[in-house]
């Protein structure tokens, strides 16, 4: 089992920024995938950026490409996302997402509200 606690989340103005953590407990050995996805009023939930545990490789949605940045400390088994340059667009739940790898399995955080005013 791993368990997941994010924070960060808050009220910020368009233009703003905010950091997102996300802190990993239990078997978290096993984690080679760390993420942030989020979902905002009446839509799906929607990738956002992902980091691999080793190598540090990191992908992003076309979205936040250029204004957020994904980036983990290994030895604290937390995964941040620096988010700049927001807009009311970016408003939603961000949850952060761990995938281990044997056996293969997919941990959610409980989410964290993030709300850019115009």
């Known amino acids: 089992q791993v368990q997941l606690v994010e924070s960060g989340g808050g009220l910020v103005q368009a233009g703003g920024s905010l950091r997102l953590s996300c802190v990993a407990s239990?078997?978290?050995?096993?984690?080679?995938?760390m993420g942030w996805y989020r979902q905002a009023p009446g839509k799906e939930r929607e990738f956002v950026a992902t980091?691999?545990?080793?190598?540090?490789?990191?992908n992003y949605a076309d979205s936040v490409k250029g204004r957020f940045t994904i980036s983990g400390d290994n030895a604290k088994n937390t995964v941040y996302l620096q988010m700049s340059s927001l807009g009311p667009e970016d408003t939603a739940i961000y949850y952060c997402?761990?995938?281990?790898?044997?056996?293969?399995?997919?941990?959610w955080g409980q989410g964290t509200q993030v709300t850019v005013s115009s």
């Open positions: 980091i691999s545990r080793s190598g540090g490789t990191t």
């Open positions: 997402k761990v995938v281990v790898a044997t056996p293969p399995y997919v941990y």
């Open positions: 239990g078997r978290t050995f096993n984690i080679y995938n």
